[in-house]
């Protein structure tokens, strides 16, 4: 009988440069691992993130989306996180209606000196994502062999 | 398509021990456009980037990427690198295999392979780079300082020595902060108060210093080299140029029952007041709050007793507005409040007070005129508990997680002043750990434990318990003996732990300056860019980076005022070339993102455009380069996708999405 493969989820994390993306090296250096399932792209803001490469990397096979940035208050260019936090609230339940469970997206403020939170968050979210399994919702069947 | 090269770290072992480098180097050959690629042991390293030099020109290479740590880290290193070399240095592209996957994994095959997709995904975007050219922009020769304790004043010093003008902006009506209210100073026991006078007075009087105390920043905008500050003067009611700080008006004035902030409560003060003896400036304000003649408008005793006619009712705040090319932000510190810390009887009795209170109790200008008595009887006490770490190295809400650092010292140079003056007086101290690392440190503990006689008990404090009789009952553990204590004291005193200055967030929020989450601003990088914020332009000095002593404080401060002199010498800076940039035929001209814009970047022009033959004159969003600041909340809030990020694309960052979902 064949073994069945264990799910490795596709996770992509957005990170902002001034304090997740720092929060991210302040895990590494502090070597508070997580799965490697996440892989970070780093952006200026967590306001750069367009809802379109979301949707993308969902498209693309991606299993779960999370976006990273500056708490409240502490946003490098001030309101960055704010415009962030109400897009991601548009999409988040706009995916939903799709049918892309709630807890494939996230939202999660990570300051530069909170290493230990940047790991927690992603060994939750991957915990999460693995137990929801397979992203087939807005997956794009071209892309797949 | 680029020709691109890949250069993969191992970092000693740090990457390749857990990454298998030579895979990576073979696997990302496979991927398109790459014709060369490479690892070495150290590419930071001067022959590591010669390899990268060579590699450029032998191979003509119009984009790299470097496998190796974050590019917080050496991003510039290899942009330079590759400048040299004749390649723009917005070609480079640096994969986290470091901190983001070595690091962090410990199964090989699983590293490895994340650090293959994160090639993959710089690789991708590299051949979406495009030549930037960064900006210039002019350097205001001016410099901020916010707070004037001793760390402000150290760098304002600095700073004005190197030929600099320099404002200090205060907002108690005197400079001299947390070290003017200290008594003596460890381990060499010098009279704060004679070690720092000279050193207001010296910022006070130079040329090049500024002071603007009883003062606040009231909002910052603007970027490195060309900050602009509006300042909040606040009204004293007393005119700085007539006062002769004489101090008739403090001692005729009728209203006495505001508390001395400056004694921290313990004893009041008039209405209209400098905080101590050598404030500077020597002017007083008025206290709105008690002042009879602001409640009632009867009174105005002090105007009548001002011989020099200073005395003007009718003063308003005043807001200033200034450039400065730099800031400084010494905002020091203050002691938690502990009102949550029922256990210790701090509100319950006048006796138990914290580890400042004992220094304005010691001080010969307190409100014990230097005696050591007790606030409630003003009975000598015989004997005195010190408790260290109260609120410090505490895991609970009610503390901070970190130790306040200074609390171990102070309270040794308590102890053994009280046994020097008071050969009489049993003084116990109950400790987690003494922690002493500092000059001469260690071995001024020890004289207080072995030549002073000071009983040091390893164990902490579980209760306070004031008696009928006046005194307090101590019960504690002695972890050593495995015994529980219980003894009675006249005094205790709590070595509080420090916070920042309550409105350090507010400030840090208008100088868009990161700060954790106790309140500490944090540093550009913790080890090599201590004295800077990651906010170009602003520097930290002293305590609002974290708990630290005064020699510390103004080791800082001289830092801080180096790096703002280095600034401040150059004419130009250069500016980062990652700003937003709109396509004048997508562009609509709605106004979306002028409105989201933080730096007021975008502005409208009317251009003419050639629209597939139709020529027509637009209204048009236009980027000013000098202000934007490159967050890209513009970019997604354009309906018409006009409007992108140079370095960060649209295009960039879809490519890194697909590589990495493959």
Known sequence: MPVEKEFRPKIVAFCCNWCSYAGADLAGSSRLGYPADVKIIRVPCSCRVNPMFILRAFEKGADGVILCGCHPGDCHYSTGNYYARRRMTLLFSLLDYLGVEEGRTRVEWVSAAEGVKFSTVMNEFVDKIRSLGENVRLGDLRCKN | ?662
């Open chain 2, 1 to 662: 398509m680029q020709r691109i090269g890949v250069f993969v770290c191992h970092c000693g072992s740090n990457i390749a021990a857990t990454v298998d480098v030579k895979r990576v180097v073979e696997t990302v050959k496979k991927e398109q456009g790459v014709v060369h690629a490479e690892d070495y042991p150290y590419m930071c390293s001067e022959a590591g980037q010669a390899l990268i030099a060579a590699a450029i020109k032998e191979k003509n290479l119009g984009g790299i990427v470097v496998c190796s740590c974050s590019p917080r880290m050496h991003e510039a290193t290899f942009r330079k690198a590759a400048e040299r070399a004749g390649l723009n240095p917005y070609m480079v592209e640096i994969a986290n295999i470091r901190e983001h996957c070595s690091w962090i994994h410990k199964d090989m095959e699983e590293a490895t392979e994340k650090a293959v997709i994160l090639a993959r995904a710089a690789i991708a975007k590299v051949h979406l780079n495009s030549h930037l050219q960064p900006g210039e922009s002019l350097v205001t020769k001016r410099a901020l300082v916010i707070g004037g304790g001793i760390a402000g004043i150290q760098t304002a010093l600095d700073i004005a020595e190197a030929g600099y003008e320099v404002d200090i902006v205060e907002k108690t009506p005197s400079i001299g902060g947390r070290m003017s209210q200290l008594d003596k100073t460890f381990p060499t026991l010098d009279c704060s108060a004679c070690i720092l006078t000279p050193k207001m007075v010296d910022a006070a009087a130079h040329e090049k210093i500024n002071l603007y105390t009883y003062s606040e920043v009231e909002s910052v905008s603007g970027f490195v080299g060309n900050f602009s500050v509006d300042i909040r003067k606040k009204a004293r009611f007393v005119d700085m140029n007539k006062c002769t700080g004489c101090g008739l008006c403090q001692e005729k004035c009728p209203s006495k029952k505001a508390k001395s902030e400056f004694n921290r409560g313990l004893n009041t003060r008039s209405a209209i007041y400098t905080p101590f003896a050598q404030a500077i400036p020597n002017v007083p304000v008025i206290d709105t709050e008690s002042c009879v003649k602001m409640k009632t408008g009867k009174c105005g005793l002090c105007e009548k007793v001002c011989q020099a006619g200073a005395i003007d009712y009718s003063q308003k705040d005043e807001i200033i507005t200034e450039k400065y090319g730099a800031i400084v932000v010494a905002t020091g510190f203050d002691t938690i409040n502990l009102d949550q810390y029922g256990e210790y009887a701090y509100n319950e009795s006048p006796d138990v007070i914290t580890s400042l209170e004992l220094e304005r109790v010691m001080n010969a200008a307190g409100p014990t005129k230097g005696h050591l008595e007790r606030l409630s009887d003003g009975k000598a006490p015989k004997e005195i508990v010190f408790i260290q770490c109260v609120g410090s190295r505490c895991d609970d809400h009610r503390g901070k997680p970190y130790c306040s650092k200074i609390c171990c010292m102070y309270t040794a140079k308590h102890a053994m002043l009280i046994r020097d003056k008071y050969p009489d007086v049993n003084v116990t101290v109950f400790y987690i750990d003494v922690r002493t690392p500092g000059k001469n440190f260690d071995e001024f503990y020890r004289r207080a434990v072995e030549e002073y006689g000071v009983n040091y008990i390893k164990g902490q404090v579980g209760k306070v318990v004031p008696q009928p009789d006046g005194s307090l009952l101590v019960q504690g553990s002695d972890l050593l003996d495995g015994k529980q204590i219980k003894m009675r004291a006249d005094m205790v005193v709590l070595a509080t732990a420090i916070e920042p200055e309550a409105g350090v967030r507010k400030i840090a929020t208008m100088l868009t300056a990161s700060i954790d989450t106790n309140n500490f601003l944090t540093e550009a990088h913790p080890k090599l860019r201590p004295v800077e914020s990651p906010t170009a332009g602003v520097f930290l000095s002293g305590v609002c980076q974290g708990p630290k002593d005064i020699p510390e404080t103004v080791s800082q401060a001289g830092a801080a005022a180096v790096k703002v002199i280095g600034l401040l010498a150059k004419d130009k800076l250069l500016t980062n070339p990652c700003t937003a940039e709109s396509d004048t035929l997508l562009c609509n001209g709605c106004s979306v993102c002028q409105n989201v814009c933080p730096y007021g970047a975008i502005g409208y022009e009317d251009k003419e455009v050639n629209d597939h033959g139709i020529r027509e004159t637009r209204r048009v969003a236009v980027v000013n380069s000098a202000l934007c600041q490159g967050c890209g909340a513009c970019t997604v809030a354009c309906p018409s996708g006009a409007m992108d990020l140079k370095g960060f694309s649209n295009r960039q960052i879809l490519a890194e999405v697909d590589a990495i979902c493959r």
